[in-house]
């Protein structure tokens, strides 16, 4: 079956611009993840979707990143004002409630110049 | 706070050439350790998951072991295809299955 995808694959913005992320995720799956990926580190967990709630927002790195999602699907990660230290691979990932198994998309990569 | 490091960095095989990966981990209640691969461009797949010490997990050239402290990816007579990036992840917490990765080793298998 079809698995978690991103959408844009890449993007580059200017620094100050706003930039949404998109996430789908495998059809079925009720929590979804938000993982950032900078060069030479591991995954940072970012914000933990169950349903369209978000129990856990602590891994936002500031007030600049927002995160919604809409029909227990589709999830959108926002950053106002994009900074350089921005820039990175962002990974969604989905699994279902009653699984620990998280299945990744392949990241969308924003470059801020 | 939650703790994953892997060792080595990069490491670097002849095909054929049996090694292991570490992962060790400092955190308070251990739920799981998963490991992934990653290749270039891509996400991370899904490899295993192991829950208690003793326990070890299988798929073709590739052997997964957990004791209290640690984990072993053994990789037994790799093919270039091989070649990844292997991520060592805990989960950890109650309530919801965040996890918390080490920065993995980047694994060239030369044929």
């Known amino acids: 079956g079809a698995g978690v995808s991103q959408s844009p694959s890449n993007k580059v913005t200017e620094k100050g611009k706003d930039v949404e992320l998109r996430c789908d995720p495998i059809?079925?799956?009720?929590?979804l993840y938000w993982y950032r990926q900078s060069l030479g580190q591991g995954l940072e967990f970012l914000i933990y979707?169950?349903?369209?709630?978000?129990?856990?927002k602590s891994g936002l790195p500031s007030d600049r990143f927002s995160a919604e999602r809409t029909g227990g699907s589709v999830s959108t990660l926002t950053i106002q004002r994009t900074q350089q230290e921005d820039s990175a691979v962002y990974l969604c990932?989905?699994?279902?409630?009653?699984?620990?198994?998280?299945?990744f998309g392949p990241g969308t990569r924003l470059t801020v110049t | 706070e939650d703790q994953v490091t892997q060792s080595p960095e990069a490491l670097r095989l002849q095909e054929g050439e049996s090694s292991s990966l570490n992962c060790s981990y400092t955190?308070?209640?251990?739920?799981?350790l998963f490991w992934y691969r990653q290749d270039p461009g891509k996400g991370p797949e899904f490899l295993f998951t192991?829950?208690?010490a003793g326990e070890e997990k299988e798929k073709e050239r590739l052997k997964a072991t957990l004791t209290k402290k640690e984990s072993f990816l053994h990789i037994t007579a790799p093919k270039p295809e091989d070649s990844a990036t292997y991520l060592c992840?805990?989960?950890?917490?109650?309530?919801?299955?965040?996890?918390?990765f080490g920065t993995g080793t980047r694994l060239l298998v030369s044929p």
């Open positions: 990932a989905s699994s279902l409630a009653t699984q620990a198994e998280q299945y």
């Open positions: 059809s079925g799956h009720t929590a």
């Open positions: 979707f169950q349903g369209n709630s978000a129990p856990d």
């Open positions: 955190v308070s209640g251990l739920r799981g």
């Open positions: 192991l829950y208690s």
């Open positions: 992840a805990v989960q950890v917490g109650t309530g919801f299955q965040k996890l918390v």
